[in-house]
């Protein structure tokens, strides 16, 4: 696992506290990692990564704002067959991109 050096900062600074504060605690995590650190985490407890996490997030502040523009607008007499075009379009671009995930 690749940790950015923002992170291995912060799980240093972790880790010196723990040594201060409780020292069977830093013996059980030291022979946990002993144990298993030549194994590879489970897919299910990855994180994803930055620019996974970034487009992730994106995608969904795009479709919160969408989602809000609908709801302020409320719904049109007649829905514009552009605008259900458009709509599904970005549907399927966002099935598809989940597939490539």
Not at 52 to 62: G, K, Q
């Amino acid at each position: 696992m690749s940790l950015c050096y923002r992170e291995q900062r912060q799980l240093g600074g972790i880790e010196a506290d723990l040594l201060q504060s409780d020292s069977h605690l830093t013996a059980m995590l030291y022979v946990f990692d002993r144990l298993y650190s030549g194994q590879d985490m489970p897919a299910s407890e990855q994180v994803p990564s930055g620019k996974d996490r970034d487009r992730r997030a994106v995608t969904r502040i795009a479709v919160a704002f969408a989602v809000a523009a609908l709801a302020i607008a409320g719904p049109p007499p007649t829905p514009e067959p552009g605008t259900l075009g458009i709509l599904g379009m970005g549907a399927l671009l966002l099935l598809r991109r989940r597939r490539k995930i």
